[in-house]
């Protein structure tokens, strides 16, 4: 039997080998700076379950490379591949739809998923603050990742006394989101 230690650490080769051409929004910036901030910051929680850091490194992979679930499935294990898939928007929907059905998923998701999320928005949060892109696009993209949190904030906010750090991470996305006249979410 494989240590799970060492699922977490081929989801970080699996995730840098399948993201390593690509860039940020900036054009700039390696993905996998992404991926690590994500994962950093679920540390930061406390999060030491190699499944959800698994699942984190992974959490772009179906949307942004040619890489199909059942791979990640095969290779992972189904409680990664499922969390992965619960973070994973549907980009073979009509483009109207794809929204819709990622609020849904996103609301239906594991609380485990929604940690995830929660630090993928703080990452993109800042990514974004950083960008240079329009303040047109950046109200767009902020606006968005906002729309995210609150869907998710209920059940991060029912667990928050099991992870106190939340709070920062929220703090820190509502100091970026005020500049771009975003609403404080309060947890």
């Not at 901030?37 to 942004?64: C, P, Q, T, Y």
């Not at 609301?107 to 990452?123: G, P, V, Y």
Request: charged share 30%.
């Amino acid at each position: 039997m494989e240590n799970k230690v060492d699922l977490s650490e081929r989801a970080k080769k699996f995730a840098l080998e399948k993201h390593k051409n690509q860039k940020r929004p900036d054009g700039l910036t390696p993905f996998y700076q992404h991926l690590e901030g994500v994962v950093f910051r679920l540390k930061n929680l406390g999060i030491a379950n190699n499944d959800i850091l698994s699942a984190a490194w992974l959490h772009d992979v179906l949307e942004k490379t040619e890489t199909e679930f059942d791979e990640i499935n095969e290779i992972f294990g189904n409680s990664v591949s499922v969390l992965v898939l619960s973070l994973t928007k549907d980009c073979n929907l009509p483009k109207k739809e794809v929204e819709l059905q990622y609020v849904q998923q996103l609301k239906n998701a594991t609380f485990e998923a929604k940690l995830i999320k929660l630090c993928d928005i703080s990452a993109n949060v800042k990514d974004i603050s950083n960008a240079s892109m329009s303040k047109t696009q950046k109200n767009k993209q902020i606006k968005k990742l906002f729309h995210y949190l609150r869907i998710i904030k209920k059940d991060l906010s029912e667990r928050k006394e099991n992870y106190p750090k939340i709070h920062e991470l929220i703090d820190g996305i509502n100091s970026v989101g005020v500049k771009f006249r975003q609403r404080p979410i309060f947890i």
